[in-house]
């Protein structure tokens, strides 16, 4: 089944699989995403699917779906102490574009690569898949984005429902659950959880090798820990700084990080 819809145009079964997709969503009792979050999504999805294929874009439902969950956990309690997700966890727009655009840049790359729109040179083959390096290390900061995002919505949504103690990153003093740049054990523990899960699924779908998860893995605590410092010291200060926008900084760091460690192991 899945080799007769590769042989198909890959951006018309895009736009097909998200209307239908997007239409059984919007009739939905559950609302995951805003109308106007179906439609940004809708958009992401056929971009997903016309440049990385089947492979790609479940990647990116896993994340949707388990972080969609995740935001869910012990909602009655987050929302009776003001602190759990707007909208009960109904993505809109800026969410999925602060979720994913790092992840969406790197497959746009991708599919510039693939349609020979920029010669790359075809030197060492990082991932075994038969892809230039530049093309293996996009998807690994591909992988590495959404990694880092799960890790983030982990930790925190856990932290916020089940952290006993929760401190400030910055110096480790005791503050209320919910506050910007705060850590707990349990949220921790969750966002490890989290990004090896996506990780490994990633893995197990052949985007990237055992190698890229450790790769994502280190990433992935890395940029959530440097996103809990800039919550700690820059989001009250700076109006810009919003969360969708420490969102995406996120991700653009756990992609980085995860290709810089790529890079230096090859050398």
């Known amino acids: 089944m899945l080799s007769f819809i590769s042989s198909l145009n890959p951006w018309l079964v895009g736009i097909g699989l998200n209307t239908v997709l997007l239409g059984v969503a919007f009739i939905a009792p559950k609302k995951l995403l805003t109308p106007a979050g179906l439609l940004h999504a809708w958009f992401l999805g056929v971009l997903l699917w016309g440049t990385l294929g089947w492979q790609g874009y479940v990647v990116v439902m896993f994340y949707f779906l388990v972080g969609s969950a995740v935001t869910r956990i012990g909602m009655k309690q987050k929302q009776a102490e003001g602190i759990a997700e707007k909208r009960s966890g109904a993505r809109g727009p800026e969410n999925v574009w602060g979720s994913a655009l790092t992840g969406a840049l790197c497959a746009l790359a991708i599919g510039i690569i693939n349609g020979g729109f920029i010669s790359t040179p075809d030197f060492i083959q990082l991932y075994g898949r038969g ?110 700084l919003t969360n969708e926008v420490v969102n995406i900084l996120n991700t653009l760091i756990g992609a980085i990080a995860a290709i810089v460690f790529a890079l230096i192991w090859a050398i």
Request: charged fraction near 10%; glycine fraction near 10%; aromatic fraction near 10%.
């Open 131 to 240: 892809n230039p390096a530049p093309t293996a290390l996009l998807l690994l900061g591909f992988v590495a984005s959404f990694s880092t995002k799960l890790s983030d919505t982990c930790a925190s949504e856990v932290g916020k429902a089940y952290g006993k103690s929760t401190f400030l990153i910055t110096t480790l003093q005791p503050v209320p659950r919910g506050t910007e740049g705060a850590v707990s054990l349990e949220g921790t523990l969750a966002g490890l959880v989290g990004s090896a899960a996506i990780a490994l699924f990633a893995w197990g779908v052949g985007l990237i090798n055992i190698l890229g998860v450790v790769w994502c893995l280190l990433a992935a605590f890395i940029a959530t820990n440097i996103e809990s410092l800039i919550g700690a010291t820059l989001q009250s200060k700076y109006t810009w």
